[in-house]
């Protein structure tokens, strides 16, 4: 299975990090916060880098690490499935699957929003 972001992704991740999806009001501000926003080019996290990958990781922290062992869990099961569908030279531990992609880190994370399951 192949893990690609969208907008949906993104919008249900900027509001899990209870982030502003930024609207460019086409004069350099954002319709929504009012923070000043360029019109050309992306505004919102793009959650393909690093950089949003570890701000989702550390979001997922709660005072109960609750979304934080579910989350595991949520990721556990669909790593299960991508290695049994792996050729066997393909196949990567859990761990290292999990963290090693960006945008798979991020899209998982969205996906177990959406499911309800954090
Ligand atoms: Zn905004």
């Known amino acids: 299975m192949t893990y690609k972001m969208t907008d949906k992704y ?12 930024h609207k460019p009001n086409g004069i350099g501000y954002c319709h929504k916060c ?12 793009t959650f393909t880098a690093d950089k949003d990958m570890m701000k989702v990781f550390r979001s997922l922290k709660t ?6 062992f579910n989350f595991k869990n ?3 099961i669909k790593w ?3 290695f049994w569908a792996r050729k066997e ?13 960006s945008e798979r880190f991020c899209c998982l994370a969205a ?8």
């Open 10 to 21: 993104r919008k249900v991740l900027t509001d899990l990090l209870g982030e502003c999806w």
């Open 34 to 45: 009012g923070r000043s926003v360029p019109d050309w080019r992306i505004v919102n996290r």
């Open 63 to 68: 005072e109960t690490w609750v979304d934080w």
């Open 74 to 76: 949520f990721a556990k």
């Open 80 to 82: 299960e499935k991508d």
């Open 89 to 101: 030279e393909l196949r990567e531990p859990f761990e290292y699957w999990w963290m090693s992609d």
């Open 111 to 118: 996906q177990c929003k959406m499911e309800g399951v954090i």
